[in-house]
């Protein structure tokens, strides 16, 4: 976007809501609707705070206030309206907005959203590799154990003669 002739940067939220709100000029477009619009197949839990948070961005860029609104009209619990006159051009440099231009590159590309049941599907495969990997370790301490455990008596029971002899002699004693 530019401002004063200076182009300035605009998180891509508050691009998508002002494109959102241009497209729909002199309408009132919901709260949901910004919700859809901006962030589709995810669940937000604090949607308003998203919502409130996105247009006081987008008033501050288009240096507009929701007491004195110039571009963006706050319709309470209904959602909000563009109120500024839009003119559509055929030009493709740049679209007048009053003080503001917004250059008419690309939008910003939509950022990759992960539907929930893909989530959750990542989630469960990631659960399963780490039970898999505990169960493996458990397998590897047992045979260790059970290895160990083997080496040790296998070192016991060549002791016995020695064992064995002194407990002749002990016993030898007790006979004499």
């Not at 197949?41 to 308003?48: G, H, M, Q, S, T």
């Not at 319709?75 to 109120?83: A, D, E, K, N």
Request: no cysteine; glycine share 6%.
């Amino acid at each position: 976007m530019y401002q004063d002739h200076k182009r300035i940067k605009v998180q891509a939220q508050v691009y998508r809501a002002l494109l959102l709100l241009l497209g729909r000029a002199g309408e009132i477009v919901s709260r949901e609707d910004v919700r859809k619009g901006l962030w589709p197949e995810v669940f937000l839990v604090n949607l308003d705070a998203n919502v409130n948070t996105t247009m006081n961005k987008l008033r501050q860029v288009l240096g507009d206030s929701p007491e004195n609104a110039r571009y963006i009209e706050t319709m309470p619990r209904r959602g909000y309206s563009f109120i500024a006159a839009v003119e559509f051009s055929d030009r493709t440099d740049t679209m007048p907005l009053g003080g503001v231009q917004a250059a008419t590159e690309a939008a910003p590309p939509q950022l990759q959203r992960v539907p929930i049941s893909q989530r959750l599907s990542a989630v469960m495969r990631m659960a399963g590799f780490l039970v898999a990997g505990i169960l493996l370790g458990a397998v590897l301490m047992f045979v260790w154990f059970f290895v160990q455990a083997k080496n040790h008596r296998a070192s016991e029971s060549s002791r016995p003669a020695a064992g064995a002899s002194r407990a002749a002699q002990h016993a030898g004693r007790i006979r004499a």
